[in-house]
């Protein structure tokens, strides 16, 4: 499966964007896919993870209650809706997949594969 994130822009402390994440392939269904950003000078981080089903979610402390993944496997896309967002979320924001489930043990850069291109995200103080 191959992945693209989309979305990605300029926004003001508080506000919000959704990002996209769309697949290609027969098999994306299948596939748990997760949210992982990149800020300058840091490694990259998780984010947020969906089952293939959409029945199991997890989150990195930073960004609950604010963030929620959701995927529409008619429409082979996961998306992150960000809202309340801060300057420290600035980062490239990269999507990944994984063919082999889905557990709160897996979820580092490592577990994921088929990444795509990233998308920029910005918020200004």
């Known amino acids: 499966v191959q992945l693209q994130a989309s979305g990605g822009g300029l926004v003001q402390a508080g506000g919000s964007l959704r990002l996209s994440c769309a697949a290609s392939?027969?098999?994306?269904?299948?596939?748990?896919v997760g949210w992982f950003r990149q800020a300058p000078g840091k490694e990259r981080e998780f984010v947020a993870a969906?089952?293939?089903?959409?029945?199991?979610?997890y989150y990195a402390d930073s960004v609950k209650g604010r963030f929620t993944i959701s995927r529409d496997n008619a429409k082979n896309t996961v998306y992150l809706q960000m809202n309340s967002l801060k300057p420290e979320d600035t980062a490239v924001y990269y999507c990944?997949?994984?063919?082999?489930?889905?557990?709160?043990?897996?979820?580092?850069?490592?577990?994921?594969?088929?990444w795509g291109q990233g998308t920029l995200v910005t918020v200004s103080s």
């Open positions: 969906i089952r293939w089903d959409g029945g199991v979610t």
């Open positions: 392939g027969r098999t994306f269904s299948s596939y748990a």
């Open positions: 990944a997949g994984r063919g082999n489930g889905l557990g709160p043990f897996a979820l580092s850069s490592a577990d994921f594969g088929s």
